[in-house]
C-alpha cells in the first residue's frame, strides 16, 4: 500500500470543460507531486505542492493549476480540456521533508478520458 | 528528447529466461529510481539507488547505478509470469527538487 488514494477512479468529459482530480496522502507526507501519464508514455512530471505551495512546476500550460490543502490532500484543475489530455493522472506522496532521495510513492491514479 | 532512453522498449521472453533492461542519459542523476506499473494501476517503487556504482538486489532482481551516475540497469533472473509489467526508471536531477524524470517504459511480458 503506497498510502495514497486518488478520485475519481475514471472520469469522461468533453472537450472545453473542465475537471477536477483529488488525492489524499497519508498523514505526515507532505509534499504532493502530479504526473500525467499518456498511453504508452512514462508519466511527465507536472508540478510539485508542499506547505500548501507550489515548489516546481513541468512544461505543462496554465491549464493545470493545483492546490494543497493544510491536511496535505491536494487538488489537480484543468481548464479548457483537449482531447490531448486524456491521459492517466497519477498523485505521489514523498516523505515529510524529502531528504536526499525524494523517494516517491504512487496512487492508482485516475484515468480521464476527453471526448 | 528523451532525457532518459530506457531499452529495449518491448520485451517477450520465456519464463525462466534471463533479461536486463537499460537506462541511460548524458546528464548526471543525484538518484535513480526503478518502478513496475501493472494496467490501470500506479507504478510500485522497486528500489532506489544513490551511490555510482551501486548494485542492490531484490530477490531474482539486481539492480545497478553506473559510476558516473547517468546510467542504470535492471537484471531479472529466471524471469517468471508474475514480473510480467512496465518497468520504469526515474532520476532526480540535482538541484531540481522533488521532481523525477522518467523513461519511457520497457513492457515485459514472460510466458509460461
Known amino acids: 500500500d503506497a498510502g495514497v488514494t486518488q478520485s475519481p477512479t475514471h472520469l469522461i468529459k468533453t472537450r472545453g470543460q473542465q475537471v477536477t482530480l483529488r488525492c489524499s496522502p497519508k498523514s505526515g507526507h507532505d509534499t504532493v507531486s502530479w504526473y500525467q501519464q499518456a498511453l504508452g508514455q512514462g508519466p511527465q512530471f507536472i508540478f510539485q505542492?508542499?506547505?500548501?505551495?507550489?515548489?516546481q512546476r513541468g512544461n505543462f500550460p496554465d491549464r493545470f493549476s493545483g492546490h494543497q490543502f493544510p491536511n496535505y490532500s491536494s487538488e489537480l484543475n484543468v481548464n479548457a480540456l483537449l482531447l490531448g489530455d486524456s491521459a492517466l493522472y497519477l498523485c505521489?506522496?514523498?516523505?515529510?521533508?524529502?531528504?536526499?532521495?525524494?523517494?516517491?510513492?504512487f496512487g492508482p491514479g485516475t484515468r480521464l478520458t476527453v471526448t | 528528447t528523451q532525457l532518459l532512453e530506457q531499452s529495449p522498449q518491448f520485451l517477450s521472453i520465456q519464463e525462466g529466461e534471463n533479461l536486463t533492461v537499460y537506462c541511460n542519459s548524458s546528464?548526471?542523476?543525484?538518484?535513480l529510481q526503478w518502478y513496475r506499473q501493472e494496467p490501470g494501476e500506479g507504478p510500485v517503487l522497486l528500489v532506489t539507488?544513490?551511490?555510482?556504482?551501486e548494485v542492490k538486489k531484490l530477490k531474482r532482481l539486481t539492480f545497478q547505478f553506473g559510476d558516473a551516475r547517468k546510467d542504470s540497469s535492471l537484471h531479472i533472473t529466471a524471469a517468471q509470469p508474475g514480473d510480467t509489467g512496465l518497468y520504469l526508471c526515474a532520476g532526480r536531477r540535482e538541484y531540481q527538487g522533488g521532481k523525477l524524470i522518467f523513461g519511457q517504459g520497457t513492457e515485459l511480458s514472460v510466458k509460461p
Open positions: 539507488v544513490v551511490t555510482g556504482g
Open positions: 546528464s548526471v542523476f543525484s538518484s
Open positions: 505521489a506522496r514523498s516523505p515529510r521533508g524529502g531528504g536526499s532521495i525524494y523517494e516517491q510513492y
Open positions: 505542492y508542499y506547505e500548501e505551495e507550489e515548489r
